[in-house]
């Protein structure tokens, strides 16, 4: 199996307000083209902009956005570029935090497999498969509702 360097940051996990929630946490799965060229933020990006300065990229595009409202045993998945696909799936959904399973295959393989847990508020950073003129970022975040869901739900990246 080709290895693929997969890098995860996990950005604000101490610190977080517990958040009172009316409702399952709402997943937001953002699909980035970084590239080392220099080529800026993407607009859409700003709220990663902290998250993705360490990097190795100078520029990063946004290629979609997908949301999930996820209870506990609950599933979601995005499709990405380079015939790849992100699946999740969650074992304790709490008001604070998210435990859940991630698996990134390209081309029905895994590249990457792993259990974490997600706060609320907090974003998780993963660098994955290299596409086109760079590698394919892939940012998690909880947020408490959809009104906060700065993306388009069911969006695919391209």
Known sequence: MR??????L???MFGVPAVALAGPPVVQIS????????????PRLHDF???LRGLPFKGFRLLGVHSC???????????????????LSTSQSTDRFMKM????????????NADLTL????VVIIRGPRFGEGAIVIGL?????????SGSPGRRAR
């Open 3 to 8: 290895r693929f360097a997969v890098a995860l």
């Open 10 to 12: 996990a950005v604000s």
């Open 31 to 42: 699909a980035m083209l970084g590239t080392r060229e220099k080529r800026g933020l993407d």
């Open 49 to 51: 902009k902290a998250d």
């Open 69 to 87: 409202r996820l209870q506990s045993g609950d599933q979601c998945g995005m499709e990405l570029p380079g015939n790849s696909y992100l699946y």
């Open 101 to 112: 399973h991630l698996l990134l295959n390209r081309d029905n393989r895994p590249m990457f």
């Open 119 to 122: 706060n609320h508020g907090a």
């Open 141 to 149: 975040r909880a947020v408490g509702s959809p009104a906060e869901d």
